[in-house]
Structure formats: C-alpha cells, structure tokens
C-alpha cells in the first residue's frame, strides 16, 4: 500500500466543488510541502499544484491545494467533465525517498 | 520549450538488466533536480529514484535500492537509470521527471512520454 493515503474514488455534478484528501504522517506531509498531479489514462501526469498550494502557470484557479499537519488537500470548483482523470499527491519523505498517494480516480457524473 | 525523451525500454528477462535514457532540452539541465517515476499496468505512480542538479546526492526507493543506480550526465544533459536484477514487479511505464528546483521536493513541473519496461521469460 502506499506511504501517502488517498481515497480511490470521488465524483462530482458539472459544477460542483470537489475535494480530494490525501493523508500522510509527521515524516512527510508534516515536515515538507505537497504536490499534486492530474494524470488522464494513457499520458504522463500533470502538475497542479506544487508547494501546498502554488499553481504552475497554465493550470486554471478552479485548482487550488491547501495543508494542515499531515494532511493535505486539493479542491476543485466549478467541477468540469474535463477533469475528469486520477489525481495524485506526493511528498518528499526524511527518510530520504519520495512518496506518492495511491490515487483517486474522479468520476463526473 | 522543454522537453524530455526517454528510450532504453523494452522486454527484458528476470535477472536482465536494462540501461533507461532522458535526453533533456528546453532548460538548464544542471540547476534542476531530477527523478524517475514509474506506473506499473493499472496502477498508480511510484517513486523509483532521484539525483539532484549537481548529481551529488542520490535517493532510491526501498523497491529498487541496491539494484538501480540514476546518474546524470550534464555535458549530454541527458538522465540515466540503470536497473539491475529485473523482476516481474519492475514491469512498469517509467517516466523521467524534472523537479521545479535544485532539490528533491517531488514537484514534478515536466514529465516524459515514459518508456515501456516488461519484465518476462
């Protein structure tokens, strides 16, 4: 199982607001910041958020991350049938290796 | 614009091994920590190893340690995996990955294609 604990499914009404979890522990999420990724099957993943809660340049503001001790979390408003995809969180553990969610696969209804 | 390619996949046997290529373009290769990331079929990233962007530290995941070694080669600016004593369990897309700084932070701002490793007899 992985490090980084996420719930495999969410869904979500077009238009709606989702969030998506993702739980950690004080070796990881509680010392460094969270990233996380969009990945649609069959092509590579995409960063959304970096740094708890810093978007790249290009990602819409609908994204936005945010963390609380070893938890983290990425909410996504104004749900479109686009976003559609699994999504990742990742961090870096101090035992010295990076970590990654297991995934949520988020369904627009 | 940045790029990366990755190539050296393919079907290897148990016990094989396999020397996995990243050639980089778009971006100073040597400011930027970088990392391998693998997707077994049907299933979610995984972390394999990461080299910062001077190439002095290197990490591995319990997983591969003691079987892969990353590497970097600036004058190429090109990233390498080396992966020994392959197991079924190393059958995975692997994807090269730049970090958006120097140090390994897993925020990954630029991904490959990944290339196919399948681990067979």
């Known amino acids: 199982q992985s490090v980084l604990t996420q719930a495999p499914s969410a869904s979500g009404t077009p238009g709606q607001r989702v969030t998506i979890s993702c739980s950690g522990s004080?070796?990881?999420?509680?010392?460094?910041?969270v990233s996380w990724y969009q990945q649609v099957p069959g092509t590579a993943p995409k960063l959304l958020i970096y740094?708890?809660?810093q978007r790249p340049s290009g990602v819409p503001d609908r994204f936005s991350g945010s963390k609380s001790g070893t938890s983290a979390s990425l909410a996504i408003s104004g749900l479109q049938s686009e976003d559609e995809a699994d999504y990742y969180c990742?961090?870096?553990?101090?035992?010295?290796?990076?970590?990654f969610g297991g995934g949520t696969k988020l369904t627009v209804l | 614009e940045v790029q990366m390619v990755e190539s050296g996949g393919g079907l290897a046997q148990p016990g094989g091994s396999l020397r996995l290529s990243c050639v980089a373009s778009?971006?100073?290769?040597?400011?930027?920590?970088m990392s391998w990331v693998r997707q077994a079929p049907g299933k979610g990233l995984e972390w394999v190893a990461g080299?910062?962007?001077?190439?002095?530290?290197?990490y591995y995941a319990d997983s591969v340690k003691g079987r892969c070694t990353i590497s970097r080669d600036k004058s190429k600016n090109t990233l390498y995996l080396q992966v020994n004593s392959l197991r079924a369990e190393d059958t995975a897309i692997y994807y090269c990955?730049?970090?958006?700084?120097?140090?390994?932070?897993?925020?990954?701002?630029?991904w490959g294609q990944g290339t196919l490793v399948a681990v067979s007899s």
């Open positions: 990955s730049k970090d958006v700084g120097t140090y390994n932070d897993v925020h990954f701002d630029y």
């Open positions: 778009g971006f100073t290769f040597s400011n930027y920590a």
């Open positions: 080299i910062s962007g001077s190439g002095g530290s290197r």
């Open positions: 004080s070796s990881n999420i509680g010392v460094n910041t």
């Open positions: 740094s708890n809660n």
């Open positions: 990742a961090a870096w553990d101090d035992s010295l290796n990076g970590v």
